[in-house]
């Protein structure tokens, strides 16, 4: 006897059990901050793969420690369709970031078992340790391994503690020296599909729980290093001073200018900043910083990095500093899959509703997967666009109805593909 399909509003509320207790998995107690090969990601790992298996998807860890968990066709083995998103999160996070889509990976492939639906594919759920890049300088290496473009120099990136990337793998039980054995393989996938929270403020502006994203935002990071002079700031005199932090203070809001002035959906943001030696009696002698430009189009975020790095050299010299840019990413604007996102758009149609589609201003492992596989992405509403922060937040009604949305899609794709 077939029970029956669940509502959006009992997958919501199913999915933000999950994303509760995958919230408790943190490297620092009473926030969510869950970096890549942390204790919180080994937790993570465990929670979420007993999640899979307690569905009956296969799980395993791959070289990077990408948690994966097969569910095979039904009838002759077919291609496979990919669902993914990241479980690392930022410092201090919300719960749904990346994790959601996880989650509705999961729940989507449970609820068309619980409906006795066939799939002539099978689905391979992929949870990514390292779409964000805040342990090590490298966002999206995990699902870069999974698409045979992971770049073995960010092996030798270190963390905060001095800790390679390779030790943290190796540490982790994993063998980057298996990292090719990662890539899969491209004739097996229909493509690669992945719910995200929106991020922004626009399907909460229009009264929408969902939309389609036509294209990824192109982005470059970069860390900026000041040179100055160190002193005793007792005795320096004002004019006679090489301050690192007051030069990259007037690097910082002619970033924020020219991000102003930037065309279209432009934007520039000074994130992180470590001020050295960092004591307050001493004028700052060092100063690293990051840099971060985005834009949906390249010419305008190629422009504003040109002025950026123009202008920084010239309030340098004038101020008896160096500065120094090393390249951390530098990705394109990335165009979504046009028959994925037709596929996920009937399905959010059929839930009634205005269908609205968007750019992506934040990044995801579409990105890396698109580098080799057919992509798409479907957002679910933010409230107050909201993200980064704890305050993060979607009506469970919304993750419900994502999560039937995924449901759909994939009963679409498997029409395409001719049903078992
Ligand atoms: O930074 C981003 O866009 C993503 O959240 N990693
Ligand atoms: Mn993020
Ligand atoms: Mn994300």
Redesign the pocket.
């Known amino acids: 006897m077939t029970p029956p399909a669940r509502s959006p509003a009992d997958l919501g509320a199913l999915a933000q059990r999950l994303l509760d207790d995958l919230a408790l998995a943190t490297d620092e107690p009473g926030r969510v901050t869950r970096t890549y090969l942390s204790p919180a990601h080994a937790r993570s790992i465990e929670l979420v793969g007993g999640w899979m298996r307690e569905r009956g998807l296969a799980t395993r860890l791959d070289a990077v420690a990408t948690l994966r968990g097969r569910r095979e066709a039904d009838g002759p083995a077919g291609r496979s369709v990919l669902i993914g998103s990241h479980i690392d999160t930022?410092v201090d996070a919300g719960k749904l970031?990346g994790c959601f889509g996880v989650v509705a990976g999961i729940l989507a492939v449970e609820e068309i078992a619980r409906r006795g639906l066939n799939l002539p594919f099978a689905v391979e759920i992929l949870a990514f340790g390292d779409?964000?890049?805040v342990r090590f300088p490298s966002?999206l290496s995990s699902s870069s391994a999974a698409t045979g473009t992971y770049r073995r120099e960010w092996l030798t990136a270190r963390d905060r503690g001095g800790v390679t990337l390779e030790e943290a793998l190796r540490a982790f039980g994993c063998d980057p020296d298996a990292v090719e054995a990662a890539a899969i393989d491209l004739e097996g996938v229909v493509g690669y599909l992945e719910v995200h929270i929106e991020?922004g403020p626009r399907l909460e502006h229009w009264g929408l729980p969902l939309g389609v994203v036509t294209s990824i935002a192109g982005?470059t990071r970069m860390g900026m290093t000041v040179e100055g002079m160190a002193g005793h700031a007792g005795t320096v005199p004002m004019d006679l001073r090489r301050d690192a932090f007051t030069g990259l203070a007037e690097i910082a809001l002619t970033v924020e200018r020219i991000g102003r002035q930037g065309t279209g959906d432009l934007v520039a943001t000074i994130g992180k900043v470590a001020v050295r030696p960092g004591a307050g009696n001493t004028v700052p002698g060092r100063v690293e910083a990051s840099l971060?430009v985005?834009a949906s189009a390249d010419a305008p975020r190629l422009v504003a990095l040109d002025r950026i790095r123009h202008e920084a050299e010239r309030i340098a010299a004038r101020r008896g500093l160096t500065i120094a840019f090393e390249r951390h990413v530098d990705v394109p604007t990335c165009p979504m899959d046009e028959r994925l996102q037709e596929a996920f758009s009937r399905a959010v149609a059929s839930l009634g509703g205005d269908l609205r589609r968007l750019p992506s201003?934040?990044?995801?492992d579409a990105m890396a997967m698109a580098r080799r596989f057919p992509s798409a992405m479907l957002f679910v509403r933010s409230k107050a666009g909201i993200?980064?922060n704890p305050l993060e937040w979607t009506d469970p009604l919304d993750l419900g109805l994502a999560v039937e949305a995924l449901v759909r899609t994939l009963l679409d794709l498997a029409d395409a593909e001719g049903r078992a």
């Open positions: 930022v970031d779409e964000e890049g966002p991020q982005q971060d985005r201003g934040a990044g995801h993200s980064h």
